[in-house]
Nanobody, 124 residues
Framework: QVQLVESGGGMVQAGGSLRLSCAAS????????MGWFRQAPGKNREFVAS????????YHAESVKGRFTISRDNGKNTVYLQMDSLKVEDTAVYYC?????????????????WGRGTQVTVSS
C-alpha cells in the first residue's frame, strides 16, 4: 500500500501560479503512473493530468493544457503539478493518485490509491 500526501495548495489571485507536490511512501513509486485530479464544490471529480512511470509520457486535460504541467522525481518519490495562469474555475480540492499500471491516460479505474487532497482557491 502507498501513502500519498499532497502539499502546496493555497489561495492565489487569477493569473497567478502554484506548484503542488505529492510525496509517496510505501508501494514502489517509480513503477507506476501517477495522476492529479480535482473536485470543485458540487461537481464530480475530474482528471487533470497523468504521467507515466518514467515521466516519458504525460497527458493533460484540455481545460488545463498549456497552463498546467505534471512532472515527477523518482529519486524523491514525488510528483508535481505546476499550475500557471490560474483561473477562478480552477478552484477545487486537488488529489494525487497512483495508478495500478506503469502508464495511464487518466481513467479513474486505473487509479487505486489516493491522497487526502489539498485546497486550491483562485480569486478574481
Amino acid at each position: 500500500q502507498v501513502q500519498l500526501v499532497e502539499s502546496g495548495g493555497g489561495m492565489v489571485q487569477a493569473g497567478g501560479s502554484l506548484r503542488l507536490s505529492c510525496a509517496a511512501s510505501g508501494r514502489a513509486f517509480s513503477n507506476y503512473a501517477m495522476g492529479w485530479f480535482r473536485q470543485a464544490p458540487g461537481k464530480n471529480r475530474e482528471f487533470v493530468a497523468s504521467i507515466s512511470w518514467s515521466g516519458s509520457e504525460t497527458y493533460h486535460a484540455e481545460s488545463v493544457k498549456g497552463r498546467f504541467t505534471i512532472s515527477r522525481d523518482n529519486g524523491k518519490n514525488t510528483v508535481y503539478l505546476q499550475m500557471d495562469s490560474l483561473k477562478v474555475e480552477d478552484t477545487a480540492v486537488y488529489y494525487c493518485a497512483q495508478s495500478r499500471t506503469p502508464y495511464s491516460k487518466g481513467a479513474f479505474a486505473d487509479f487505486g490509491s489516493w491522497g487526502r487532497g489539498t485546497q486550491v482557491t483562485v480569486s478574481s
